[in-house]
């Protein structure tokens, strides 16, 4: 991959049009850690695929299997030390090359982002290639989906059990081997589905389900390359945040977790949100947006203006529909669906009626459109039904998308299928820092009243970080509503911001993509909160939230700050879960296990906590006398 713009000094100001003196320099040493972090990204990248091929280890579970089937390895048989920190050196120059990346394009370095996805995609299908590594879920997933092509029911029957009856691939399950299936529906049908192409080969059965993990990593992949286009600063931060993100191709795409194919439909839930619900789209209007910007047309005095109904109802209930899948994959996903309808409340909530004048000095506004926090204005007199219909099409449109979804879900296996997962709310993992809190409880109160006080205070956390996160998001979104030039630099596209001119009130109207930037951030705030608050957490998990980051412009604080919150917290989790499997390690490395992840990570992510509690906390002025 070769860098096209931060190389020189005219790059530098052509990519970054209207740049202070002192930019060039700062781009050409961005270029240089540009190149270093993708040069520490090829080496991550090369010791996942390593340690995959590698073979059977302590970070790689056995497949049983015929000979030659996928996926394919080498064999090798690594000492623990090996294996290990094998997995380990690809961590650590993974957060450090995208580190590197990350501060370089905020520096003006830049490579094609297209390159980035092409780059991503490559690497992603050289480790699918490569057996699983890091955790034995696949294992599981296997054997869940075994339990359905023989007839059993997976939300009732354990691995353990199935195993007893002499199967083969319930046989090679490792861990969890006394749990039913804590998984949605549709996740249980594409382990089905795996199960029938494998048969009896636990080897095959995982390879299929490695296979449809990297489709959702890759429709991922695409969709936000699709979601960022038009500006190549989100699109490149796109690509790095995701498809060439060397620790989710290591803990997300290595693990062939199913967390992916949750993920590929959450975004593409805010996909069908943002471009379906736009109601006119025209190129941008001389002297107000440059050219090539799409908006929606400004509609004459007394025509209404905004989304068609009918249009945005649609694709209300589409999104809702695809976030009710994510949550048909894992159930903790419905925060998806509660995330476009907070986007909805931001975009389309009546203030009351406009004047026809701001007053002096203030634009001019259109005879009977309403202000909403910047969205489509809707026609009507003040209280009349007119101005709360956009905020009922999409908010209901979502809510009744997803529950006819959800409802649907439930039908293969019934309601009970979701009691496994319900029951798992209870988990607490040994990296997270309510292990220590639940520990003691236990000592005061017993088991039971300690889970229910940690499941209580973990609510309490998630609705105290919503309740800080809700400034910075109105103001993200008032900033996206404001005007043409404050939407272009809200959503990053600094080209358009130098360009834009005569910030008329009338112009405030959502496009695509302003509507992809405010139910992204919607999206993250709900995901993030419940990642950082909920007590079992595994690296895994953290991939809904890079998915979501990736939407998000370079922004000021606190969501500038929120790349190296996530880029922190998942290498703390990463490098504590090594390995995520109930093996016994050699008594020289037991302290990755006594001493890394249970108190290094959990004190890691506790103050990861703390600093986003004081970034995001509201800092008021001192009062003056």
Known sequence: MSHDAGATTRQAHMARPGAAPGTAPRAVAGGRAGRAGLAATAVSIGATVTAGLAGPSAMEPALPGRPGQPPWALGLHLPPYAAIGLAAAGLAAGTAGLGLC?????????????AILVAGLIAATAVTLAPPFGSSDQLSYAAYGRMVVTGHDPYLTTPAMLARLGDPVARAVQDWRHSPSVYGSLATGGQALASWVGGDSARLTVFVLSLLGLAAFA??????????????????RAGLLWTLNPLLLQVLVAGAHVDSQAIVFAVAAIAIFALGAPGRWARGTPGRWPRGVLVIRVAHPG????????RLLAAAAAAGAAAGLAAAVKLSYLMVAAGLVVAALLAWWPRGASRASAGPGGPARVPGQSGAPGAPRSVGPPGSAGRWRPLALAAGGVTAGFAVTAAAALLPWGPQSIDPALRAGSYVSIGSPWRAVRSGLRLLMGETAADNLVRAGAVILAVALLMLFARPLRSLASALTSGPAAAARATGDSAAAAHVTGDSAAAAQLTGPQLTVLAGASCFVLGFAWLVAWPYVLPWYDGLAWALLALLPWAPLPWAALDWLVLARTAALAFGYLPARGIALPADLGWLQSVVRTVLTPLALLALTAILVLLLWPHRPPRTR
């Open 303 to 310: 025509a209404p203006a905004g989304p068609r109904p009918l």
């Open 102 to 114: 990350l501060h370089a394009a905020r520096r003006g370095w830049s490579v094609r982002p297209r």
């Open 219 to 236: 429709g991922t992949g695409l969709l936000l390359h699709l979601l960022t286009r038009g500006s190549r600063e989100r699109q490149l």
